[in-house]
C-alpha cells in the first residue's frame, strides 16, 4: 500500500531518542527547551511552548486568549475537528465560515459576515499546508479587536509574504503527528510575539502550576513552594518526543524542498488527465504541501476512492465538514451551513505525498486514477 503520507525516520532520528533514553530525565528536562527553541528560532517567533499534542497546544491557545462560556470562535468548517473541538472544551461555540473557492482556505469577506458581539477569536486554518490569508485576517482581527490564532497544523516550512509561517499571527499551533512536516510521534506547539500568553500557556500544560518567583501570591514558602493559579491540564511533550523534533527540525528544510518537488510532478503528470480539478499553482514554492488534495465529479469519488484503495493506493479524504459530523449535528448544526465547503468537500481527494515518495510511485497513482475515471 502506497499510504497517503508517512513519518521520514533516518538513524540520526533513532540515535537521538536512545541518546535521551540512556540520559537521566525523559520528561521535563533540557530537550524540550532545546526543542523549542530549534522551532522558535525557525519560525522567527519570541517564544515557543511545545505540548503533548496539536490539539492541546489548540486547547491551550484558546485558553490564553481568554475564551469561556458563551464566547464564539470563528473558523472555517473544511478542517480537522480538533479546530472545533478546542472550543467546546472551554464551553464556547464554533462558528464556520466558508472558503474561498481556489485556495480552500477560509474566506475573509464570508469569516467577517459570521463576527457578532460574542465573538471573542477568528481561527484560520492553512488548509493542505497552504498558508491562508494571514494579511486579511490580521487586519479583520484588529478591526474587531479579536485575537488571531492561526490552526498551522499542516503549514510549518511554509512561507507567506517571505516571511515563516509562526510568525504574523497571536499564536500559531503546529502539529507534529506523524503525517506532518516533522513528527515527534504525537506533539504539538504554539509560537507567539505575546510574553503574557507564553507565561500562560506554560503554566496551562503543567496543571496550571507556577513556581516564578515573580508570581507567586505568598513568597514567604520555601523553595519547593509552587501554586495552582490556573486550571490548566498535563499537556507536556515527553524528552524522547523533544529530542526526536529536534532531529526532525534539522531537516526540515530538506523534507518541504521534497515535498515541493513531489507536487511540482503531480502538476506534470496530471496535467492531460479529464475530470479532475488540481490545488491552486499559486502558492507552489510558498505552502508546506502536506496535502495534495484532487477534486473529482462528487458523484462518482466514493467509487474512485475504493477502486484506488483495491489497487494499493491509500487515498485519502481531507475533510467532513465539522458541523455535519453526527456530535454536532447533535449541537444543533445543519447542513447547508458552507455550501462551498460542502461542494468541495464532496468532491476532494487526497493523493499519496510524503518527502520520500519515488516519481514512479506517482506514475503508478496517476495512471491508476486516469484508468479508473475513464471507467467511472
Known amino acids: 500500500m502506497i499510504p497517503y503520507s508517512r513519518q521520514s525516520i533516518g538513524e540520526d532520528d533513532v540515535r537521538a531518542v536512545s541518546k535521551v533514553l540512556h540520559s537521566a530525565f525523559l520528561t521535563q ?67 464556520f465560515a466558508d472558503i474561498d473557492e481556489v485556495s480552500a482556505n477560509m474566506d475573509v469577506r464570508d469569516a467577517e459576515k459570521k463576527i457578532t458581539k460574542r465573538t471573542k477569536a ?39 509574504r517571505g516571511k515563516p509561517v509562526g510568525s504574523q499571527a497571536d499564536m500559531t499551533m503546529f502539529s507534529f503527528h506523524p503525517v506532518k512536516s516533522i513528527t515527534t510521534g504525537e506533539g504539538g506547539a504554539i509560537v507567539t510575539n505575546n510574553k503574557n500568553y507564553y507565561e500562560f500557556l506554560r503554566m496551562f500544560r503543567t496543571h496550571g502550576l507556577t513556581r516564578d518567583a515573580k508570581k507567586l501570591k505568598d513568597r514567604t514558602k520555601a523553595a519547593w513552594h509552587q501554586e495552582m493559579q490556573v486550571l490548566g491540564n498535563n499537556y507536556r511533550i515527553t524528552d524522547i518526543q523533544a529530542a526526536l523534533g529536534v532531529s526532525q ?70 475533510y467532513l465538514p465539522v458541523y455535519m459530523h453526527p456530535y454536532y449535528q447533535d449541537l444543533g448544526y445543519k447542513k447547508g451551513l458552507c455550501p462551498k465547503t460542502e461542494e468541495f468537500s464532496a468532491g476532494a481527494l487526497s493523493l499519496p505525498l510524503f518527502p520520500t515518495i519515488a516519481a514512479k510511485q506517482q506514475q ?13
Request: hydrophobic letters at 50%.
Open 29 to 95: 528536562g533540557p530537550a524540550v527547551k532545546k526543542f523549542e527553541d530549534s522551532l522558535a528560532n525557525y519560525t522567527r517567533a519570541h517564544y515557543c511552548i511545545a505540548f503533548s499534542s496539536g490539539t492541546a497546544a489548540l486547547h491551550a491557545a484558546y485558553a490564553a486568549a481568554g475564551i469561556g462560556k458563551g464566547d464564539e470562535v470563528i473558523m472555517p468548517a473544511l478542517t480537522f475537528v480538533a479546530t472545533g473541538n478546542a472550543a467546546l472544551y472551554l464551553n464556547a461555540r464554533p462558528v
Open 122 to 160: 477568528i481561527v484560520p486554518v492553512d488548509y493542505a499546508g497552504r498558508p491562508t490569508d494571514l494579511a486579511g485576517f490580521r487586519a479583520l482581527a484588529k478591526r474587531h479587536r479579536l485575537v488571531l490564532i492561526e490552526d498551522g497544523a499542516q503549514s510549518l516550512g511554509a512561507t507567506y
Open 249 to 318: 527540525m534539522k531537516k526540515l528544510d530538506g523534507f518541504i524542498a521534497k515535498r515541493r518537488a513531489a507536487a511540482k510532478r503531480y502538476f506534470r503528470l496530471l496535467a492531460d488527465v479529464p475530470g479532475i480539478k488540481l490545488p491552486p499553482r499559486a502558492e507552489l514554492d510558498n505552502s508546506a504541501w502536506h496535502l495534495f488534495v484532487v477534486r473529482v465529479d462528487a458523484r462518482v469519488r466514493d467509487r474512485v476512492f475504493a477502486a484506488m484503495r483495491a489497487k494499493g493506493i491509500g487515498v485519502q479524504v481531507h
Open 364 to 376: 503508478f497513482v496517476v495512471d491508476t486514477l486516469r484508468s479508473i475515471l475513464k471507467r467511472s
